[in-house]
């Protein structure tokens, strides 16, 4: 199996950049996904592939990848953007595997 | 339009063992490309991936949870099934079933998650 370790929390005040980072050697070999949680309610998926965004998903979320580390940045945060966000990548076996997890909060 | 519903048990007592239902609409569990998963998530907690059954009936699962679950698909019906042997406490968690997302004309699906169902609160207590 392998593991992704993301920060358990990140703040930042509104208009700021937040970024969430999610690390592990399977970075460097298969693609990240990231998905927002709100309270109560089911994941969204918000960047595939590590950098694409899916329709509907606002600008300001980007991701990127270096290394071993792939980033979510959130470009002029909102209030809206305080959420749960979860990394999550997949190998070879068909098995899939998340992050533990980042709360963003908005300041 | 996509939509997945989960449904099973609320309540379950330790040892016990728990089947949960997932009916879907908008897409079918037939047609190649197409794998849906089984999701969870204890309070407060990260989500964690438990298993998936693809369209030609391929099945994988968590490696420290293989022995407890088992994934089958009723595809004329619309319906994918997890059951999990030996319920404990801590398996108290909100299940869900989420669909991967297809690529067009291939018979792989996806490695994300594009639709998921709005979970099922599962408790485990004597």
């Known amino acids: 199996s392998f593991e992704l370790t993301q920060p358990p ?4 005040s509104p208009g700021q950049t937040a970024r969430i980072t999610c690390s592990g050697d399977a970075v460097t070999k298969q693609y990240v996904y990231w998905y927002q949680q709100k309270p109560g309610q089911a994941p969204v998926l918000v960047i595939y592939k590590d950098t694409e965004r899916p329709s509907g998903i606002p600008e300001r979320l ?3 990848s270096s290394g071993t580390t ?10 809206e953007d305080e959420a749960d ?14 992050g533990g997890g980042t709360k963003l909060t908005v300041l | 339009q996509v939509t997945l519903r989960e449904s099973g048990p609320a309540l379950l007592k330790p040892t016990q063992t728990l089947t949960l239902t ?3 609409s908008g897409f079918s569990l037939s047609t190649s490309g197409i794998c849906v998963s089984w999701i969870r998530q204890s309070p407060g907690k990260a989500l964690e991936w438990l298993a998936r059954i693809d369209w030609d009936g391929d099945k994988y699962y968590s490696t420290s949870l293989k022995t407890r679950l088992t994934v089958s698909k009723d595809s004329s019906n619309n319906q994918v099934v997890l059951t999990m042997t030996n ?3 801590v398996d108290t968690a ?7 997302a297809a690529v067009v004309g291939s018979n792989n699906c996806e490695a994300y998650f594009d639709y998921w169902g709005l979970g099922t609160l599962v408790t485990v207590s004597s």
């Open chain 2, 94 to 100: 909100t299940y869900y079933c989420a669909r991967y």
């Open chain 1, 9 to 12: 929390s990140v703040s930042v």
């Open chain 1, 62 to 64: 980007s991701g990127s």
């Open chain 2, 87 to 89: 319920m404990d406490p």
């Open chain 1, 70 to 79: 792939v980033t979510l940045t959130i470009s002029g945060v909102q209030a």
């Open chain 1, 85 to 98: 966000y979860y990394c999550q990548s997949a190998d070879t076996s068909g098995t899939s595997v998340f």
């Open chain 2, 22 to 24: 997932c009916t879907f």
